[in-house]
């Protein structure tokens, strides 16, 4: 049987916690899920999960023959599908950080000035962890 760590089945003194009425909570939880499997789904397709390193994935060489256009169609397809790898990669450690941090009770509270983030922004983009201004602030610093 598939085990899932981290279920909707958050006891109510985890969701009391978390900076966010627990409607918004819900509808969170069940985008971060959502994403979460069709991530997984998406780099299963051409990964292997990497038993090392959690969250990491591997790409899988193509096998397509042993002629020379096939042998460089195997590189040329390798190449090719890592930057799709890591762009997944990295989404999905976004949706995984979000989940822990509901997890802990800190979801939906900006890292940066510990102030709620807007319920919109959160269910816009529910892996945020920064409120809007601090984002900003962040951003234009860069
Ligand atoms: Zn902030």
Known sequence: ????????????????KNGLPS?????A????QEE??????????????????SGDFDSTFPE???????????VADYVARLPLEHSLENQLRDVNQALER???????????????????????RPTSSACVSCKKAITQEL
Do not use: H, Q, W
């Open 64 to 74: 397509y023959g042993d002629k020379e256009d096939e042998n460089a169609a195997e």
């Open 23 to 27: 409607k918004v909570l819900d509808k």
């Open 36 to 53: 979460k499997s069709k991530l997984e789904n998406e780099l299963s397709k051409f990964t292997k999960k990497n038993t090392r390193v």
């Open 102 to 124: 509901i997890k802990k009770g800190t979801y939906g509270i900006c890292k940066y000035c510990k102030k709620p983030i807007k319920e919109d922004r959160i269910l816009a």
């Open 1 to 16: 049987m598939a085990t899932t760590p981290l279920s909707v089945n958050l006891n109510p003194m985890v969701k009391a």
């Open 29 to 32: 939880v069940k985008i971060l």
